[in-house]
């Protein structure tokens, strides 16, 4: 079932990036192209016109190409980028004009040594300044103690669920952001159910549902999946959604509602 839309759907978690392009050592060098026309191509066929551009672990600090194509696209794409935690305002203010509206800490699959990261206070300092937020990926079970060496006021959004080890209310993942969340704003990205090692995401989604409500879930393609581009099936990845929550009201506030505020500002194009 495809909910009723009043405004355009927004895939909260989407890349590009060329072909065989990665820093030197990264963990994963794609050796095809991900370009925004070939998003387009598959979501907008589906009502999804808006779209959340976040930069790969592959690409590091170099945003060169995240700003670029926000630079062309200034009310349909939205930005979350990399920078190092001696990042300033002075550092993130012509990012904010270009369209970022978070940084993203990807800590998947390597150390989650978060040292430099606890002293970053000139950093936490700028987000809340420009009223961003945190994007996390971790591995899984790992968010809680993540989350311990972070400013408890900091805005967060969870990628890919959260990839808690158990489906459960007790699971310490859940405890730790639902607890979160009672003192900052809290969103979870439904979002990469192939990067959950097994566990059911349409249970997931539901007890984040439960445990946060429905207007702290946003819905993200993760296209083009890398690591697990087979599953890159765009209408397949749209519907998951829906088959997911089994609740229209909650898939519209995660399609729509949710990310207008987040990265919108109500629509701005600020």
């Known amino acids: 079932m495809i909910p009723d839309l009043s405004k355009p759907v927004v895939d909260a978690h989407f890349h590009v990036f060329a072909a065989n392009s990665a820093l030197p ?20 066929p589906l009502g999804v016109k808006r779209g959340v551009l976040v930069q790969t672990s592959f690409l590091g600090t170099d945003n060169k190409l995240l700003l670029d194509t926000l ?6 794409l939205r930005g979350v980028a990399v920078v190092a935690p001696t990042a300033d305002l002075m550092t993130l203010a012509p990012l904010h004009t270009a369209g970022v509206r978070g940084i993203r800490l990807n800590l998947a699959g390597i150390a989650h040594d978060m040292s ?12 809340a300044a420009l009223g961003w937020h945190l994007e996390l990926h971790t591995d899984t079970g790992r968010l809680p103690e993540v989350l311990a060496q972070l400013p408890a006021a900091l805005p967060l959004v969870i990628d890919h669920m959260g990839k808690p080890a158990a489906v459960a209310a007790g699971d310490a993942t859940v405890r ?4 979160r969340a009672r003192q900052t704003p809290v969103h979870v990205k439904l979002s990469g159910a192939y990067r959950l090692g097994g ?11 439960g445990e946060l409500g429905p207007d702290r879930l946003l819905w993200g393609s993760d ?6 581009e087979a599953q890159a099936d765009y209408p397949a990845l749209r519907r998951a959604l829906d088959d997911w929550l089994g609740d229209a009201a909650a898939a519209r506030a995660a399609l729509v509602i949710n990310s207008e505020r987040l990265y919108w500002r109500q629509g701005s194009s600020e």
């Open 176 to 179: 730790a952001l639902t607890a």
């Open 199 to 209: 566990l059911n995401a349409a249970a997931l989604s539901r007890l984040w549902l």
């Open 71 to 76: 630079a062309h696209h200034p009310d349909a």
């Open 223 to 228: 296209w083009p999946c890398t690591n697990h």
């Open 116 to 127: 430099a990261w606890s002293a970053a206070a000139a950093l936490w300092d700028a987000l």
């Open 25 to 44: 050592g990264a963990r994963y060098t794609p050796g095809y192209a991900a370009p925004l026309s070939a998003w387009a191509a598959a979501a907008q």
